[in-house]
């Protein structure tokens, strides 16, 4: 059986045929771009995993790349650190090899995947998106990846399935704060209702700047939602539910009146201790103004639509 | 060597060295600071970096100032009101360059950003609440205002201690996760202020049994 929203599958296919005619506007900017030194460009020839992708519609190809070393080095992953720099560095003891991923509940073909095998049947793509954080700051990320829509249909949702619940790792031995049973009942897990999960702007990223996924900031596979609030962007995924009601999630149970399940980016609709109106970019100097938040982090052409009937500010 | 080091140690016990000293180790964290960025060692996000560790030196400036009164108290160690009054001023100065930081450095003084941001963050009610305080108290520092407030000078001053609180709240609250910190310096006020809740109880109780006060 098949979802039962009609874009879904088109959708796949127009994305496709778009990254197919993209091709040589994309190999012109880029030699324009190595004629001008793009330094990421010139690192991507020459060690990188993917050097050359293709790069869809839904790619921002005018937005600048936040520097990589800062998004490398600024994550929050609190089942290691509740500091962005010991996340990074304690990270790296994370087993990502191999690595499965189980997908079940209500769907056709459940079972466990290995990312190799998966990957396999997937044309990875690249989507340079707006990437913000629920505590105001943001960034520019390249992203290495495909569309979530293709792996749920890999395992054939049925229409009761109107939720997606994300689980990811729970490695004790290498997560302090997992220990520690800290801030959060582990393991972290988030949800997106089904419209949201096959949105063709919703992808599974292995990668950025061309090359795998560090650890830090997800690896070996993540969910990136642009629209919504980092938070939602969950981390090193190892199963995929399609559930017929909406999961709890990680944050919203922690603190319901501070982070709801859709947290949709709203410029208007403050956290209750600190304004959500502007976001620090990072790498923009000293002096320089903060941004000013979008609606939707400036996906309201293509999102807008999903949340029509529906009072943003109670559904925050 | 050893020469030196006596002449060191005179230097540091004549009193007027001492403060001197003193006064210049305070601008160690602000020296610090501007290493760090001349340098680029503050990380991914240097703006809000430097925004905090100013601060967190605003704070710690301020629990040191709270600290003075008890350690006098339980010491019997004099003379050292001048030193309270230089830790409140580099209170004063560190929560200054905290507040130029978020108006210039961060906001560019772009006044619609920073009106939203104010109006919508409760967190930053609580750092002006604190930054008023510490504004009042330290223009009214010198000796000839002291004269010039009479009684009212104290009544004025002991708003240190909502300060203290209020700059504790602002702190806490801006925070997602981690709240060690917050919690840590949450402690070292509570001890401060406990102990001249407990100096005040004392003090009546032993006043209305008729006995002689035995603390200031």
Sequence with gaps: MIIKTTKAIPGHEITDEKVFKERRTLIKSMMAATLVGNSQTLLAQSSAKWPTLAQSDLSAKTLTPTPEKLVKEYTNYYEFSFNKEDSTKLAQSLAIDPWSIEISGEVENAGKFYLEDILRKQTLEERIYRFRCVEAWSMVVPWVGFPLVNLLNMAKPLSSANFVKFTTAQQPDVMPNLRNESILQWPYTEGLRIDEAVHPLTILAVGMYGDALPKQNGAPLRLIVPWKYGFKSAKAIVKIELLKKAPLTSWNKSAPDEYGFYANVNPSIPHPRWSQNSERLLGSGFFTSRRQTELFNGYGAQVAGLYSDMDLRHFF | ?216
Excluded at chain 2, 34 to 52: E, R, T, V
Excluded at chain 2, 107 to 115: A, K, P, Q
């Design chain 2, 1 to 216: 060597m050893m020469e030196k080091f006596t002449t060191f140690l005179t230097m540091i016990q004549s009193k007027n060295h001492r403060w001197s000293l003193i006064f210049t180790l305070c601008l160690l964290p602000l020296l610090g600071l501007l290493l760090d960025i001349i340098f680029n060692n503050l990380g991914s996000n240097p703006i809000q970096a430097l925004h905090i560790r100013l601060g967190d030196w605003s704070l710690r400036f301020l629990g040191i100032t709270l600290a003075i009164t008890p350690i006098q108290t339980i010491t019997h160690w004099r003379g050292m009101s001048d030193y309270r009054k230089l830790f409140g001023l580099y209170s004063f100065f560190y929560a200054t360059l905290h507040l130029l930081t978020y108006i210039a450095v961060d906001n560019n003084f772009m006044w619609g950003l920073i009106w939203t941001d104010i109006l919508e963050s409760p967190y930053i009610w609580f750092g002006i609440v604190t930054y008023v305080i510490v504004f009042l108290l330290g223009i009214t520092t010198s000796n000839w205002s002291k004269k010039l407030l009479g009684r009212n000078w104290k009544k004025l001053h002991r708003f240190i201690y909502i300060a203290g609180i209020a700059g504790v709240i602002h702190y806490f609250w801006q925070l997602k996760g981690n709240l060690a910190e917050p919690l840590l310096y949450a402690l070292i006020l509570f001890f401060l202020l406990g102990f001249r809740a407990l100096v005040e109880f004392t003090r009546r109780r032993l006043s209305k049994m008729m006995i002689p006060r035995r603390f200031e």
